[in-house]
């Protein structure tokens, strides 16, 4: 009405639904998106591709790996789930006839959070968690430690991960120096950590595992963390990236897959 239009001060409420209704317009929704503010976006999109790509070349048809010689490129997807909330309260009461579901009390208490650092190989499926009440360069330090002893030396071991400050410091660049090129780091774009296929393993974990848990303390759900990492590593399952493979185009210097 202040705007000129008279006529909008004696149209009902309901009026105005209907027409808002019909129109598809919500403004009292808001839906978020994320623009491309990496220059890099494609590029590195492209190297992600083209790592799951060559992962993908190391099966046969039936998803069994491929017997190989010499030299191994291992590939890892790794990240970091951090602030994982030790809540506890009162014990939950189990269900009871007419009754189909658990019954907690409202109250809580929280004991902290631990940040969980995780990677699976494409390659085997095993997952290879560390769990740590700090997230700095020391402790992401401690699981490439655990990650190099793990595989046979003169291997390779490719990570695709974020840029964080964390992976890219001083005193990882330090370590890595040690190494001897044992570690190669790919990166995914800013805001791109869809890209990674990790996120669908935390995904499948908050489901399972973490949604509504509740602990004594923050030992407890350490180790419970890592109990269910050995309950998935007895069964470990091969996860692969479908989408956007098909339309990829490998150059000459991209089809090596243990490049």
Not at 105 to 118: F, I, K, P, Q
Request: glycine fraction near 6%; aromatic fraction near 10%.
């Amino acid at each position: 009405m202040h705007a000129g239009y008279p006529r909008l001060s004696t149209i009902a409420k309901s009026t105005l639904h209907i027409i808002l209704n019909e129109q598809g317009i919500k403004p009292f929704k808001i839906r978020y998106y994320c623009e491309k503010r990496d220059e890099q976006f494609e590029e590195k999109m492209h190297d992600v591709l083209v790592v799951y790509k060559q992962v993908e070349m190391l099966f046969d048809k039936d998803g069994n790996l491929l017997p190989y010689e010499g030299q191994f490129t291992h590939t890892i997807s790794y990240d970091e789930k951090p602030n994982i909330q030790a809540i506890g309260g009162a014990k939950d009461r189990a269900p009871i006839q007419g009754k189909g579901q658990w019954q907690r009390d409202c109250e809580y208490t929280r004991h902290g959070t631990l940040t969980l650092l995780a990677g699976i190989d494409l390659q085997t499926g095993m997952a290879i968690p560390h769990v740590h009440e700090k997230h700095n360069s020391s402790v992401f330090i401690e699981w490439l430690e655990k990650v190099d002893a793990m595989y046979p030396e003169g291997d390779k071991i490719r990570l695709i991960l974020d840029n964080l400050s964390v992976h890219t410091s001083a005193q990882v660049k330090a370590y890595l120096q040690t190494k001897n090129d044992r570690f190669e780091f790919v990166y995914t774009p800013k805001h791109g950590s869809w890209l990674n296929l990790i996120e669908s393993f935390f995904s499948k974990m908050t489901k399972q595992m973490l949604r509504g848990i509740r602990v004594e303390n923050k030992e407890e759900l350490k180790n419970r963390i890592y109990k269910y990492f050995d309950e998935i590593n007895k069964e470990p399952v091969v996860f692969r990236w479908t989408y956007k493979m098909k339309d990829l185009k490998l150059s000459s210097s991209d089809e090596s897959p243990n490049t």
